[in-house]
């Protein structure tokens, strides 16, 4: 069984971290400065809804524009998921780095971690698991420097451990 308390401490976490990063911290530091110039934030919000299931992720982050074509950058991911029979939820983080050799195309790499918590209940007992969960995504989109639409790709997906039912994704990233 899932640890509730777990959940709810990683869940505290998760929307304290979100709303020091994207509200307190940058009122903080001075935005006149070059660096924060540079600093783009967004992420990722997700909602899914199914027969018998239910699915949500945040995932924040911050990306660095070092020259026109390069950003680096670092994010925090939550999921949780409900299945008929089925719990799951996953945290971590990830870095990521976007690389554009022409403006409306660009090239991305992002190597995730994420800590997964599942519990399925099966007949004659529940089997519950808790393990780290690696993802190194390649991607290719088409877009501008707040928008980007594309796809990637999990070069390391395992089918019986990601949380993420396909190695291929589409995206939509947005950044302001």
Not at 22 to 28: F, N, P, T
Not at 117 to 132: F, H, K, Q, S
Not at 162 to 174: E, K, N, Q, T
Request: charged share 15%.
């Amino acid at each position: 069984m899932i640890n509730r308390h777990s959940l709810k401490k990683s869940l505290v976490l998760c929307v304290f971290f979100t709303a020091f990063w994207g509200l307190g911290y940058s009122q903080l530091t001075p935005r006149n400065s070059d660096f924060w110039n540079k600093v783009y934030f967004g992420g990722n919000l997700g909602l899914g809804f199914g027969n018998n299931s239910f699915n949500a992720s945040i995932s924040p982050s911050a990306i660095y524009q070092a020259t026109e074509q390069f950003g680096v950058g670092l994010g925090i991911n939550f999921n949780y998921a409900k299945f008929r029979d089925a719990k799951l939820v996953a945290y971590g983080g990830s870095v990521l780095s976007l690389f554009n050799p022409i403006p409306a195309l660009q090239l991305s790499a992002e190597l995730e971690q994420l800590k997964v918590y599942r519990e399925l209940e099966l007949d004659g007992g529940n089997l519950e698991e808790n393990y780290w969960s690696p993802a190194l995504f390649l991607g290719i989109g088409y877009g501008n420097r707040n928008v980007t639409v594309g796809i990637r790709y999990n070069v390391l997906h395992d089918q019986q451990k990601s949380i993420y039912a396909d190695a291929f994704m589409p995206f939509v990233r947005v950044y302001f």
